[in-house]
C-alpha cells in the first residue's frame, strides 16, 4: 500500500507561483498513475491534472490548463505539479492520488490512495 505525502502548499499572491511535491513511500511507484485534485470550502472535489505511470502523458481540468504543469520522477517516487498564474479562485487544499494501473483517469473514484493535502491560499 503506497503512502502518499504532499507538501510545497502555501500562501501566494494572484499572479505567483507554486509548485507542489508529492513523495510516495512505493518503490514501485512507476507502477501508478497520478492524479491531482483540489477541493475548496462548500465545494466538491475538483480533478486538476493526471500523469500516467511512464510519463508520457498528462491531462488537466480545464480551469488550470496553460498555467498548471504536471510531472514525476519515477526514480525518485515523486510527483509535481507547477501551479504558475495562480488565481484567488485556485485556492483550496491539494491533494495527490495514485493508483496501479496505465492511462490517465481525472475521476476520484479511480484513485485507490490519497494524500492528507496541501492548503493553498491566493489572495488578490
Known amino acids: 500500500q503506497v503512502q502518499l505525502v504532499e507538501s510545497g502548499g502555501g500562501s501566494v499572491q494572484a499572479g505567483g ?14 507502477t501508478y498513475r497520478i492524479g491531482w485534485f483540489r477541493q475548496a470550502p462548500g465545494k466538491e472535489r475538483e480533478f486538476v491534472a493526471a500523469i500516467n505511470r511512464s510519463n508520457t502523458a498528462t491531462k488537466y481540468g480545464d480551469s488550470v490548463k ?3 504543469t504536471v510531472s514525476r520522477d ?7 505539479l507547477q501551479m504558475n498564474s495562480l488565481k484567488p479562485e485556485d485556492t483550496a487544499v491539494y491533494f495527490c492520488a ?3 494501473g496505465g492511462g490517465l483517469s481525472y475521476s476520484s473514484p479511480t484513485y485507490n ?6 492548503q493553498v491560499t491566493v489572495s488578490s
Open 17 to 30: 507561483s507554486l509548485r507542489l511535491s508529492c513523495a510516495a513511500s512505493e518503490r514501485a511507484f512507476s
Open 113 to 118: 490512495y490519497w494524500g492528507q493535502g496541501t
Open 98 to 100: 495514485a493508483t496501479v
Open 66 to 68: 496553460g498555467r498548471f
Open 74 to 80: 519515477n526514480a525518485k517516487g515523486a510527483a509535481y
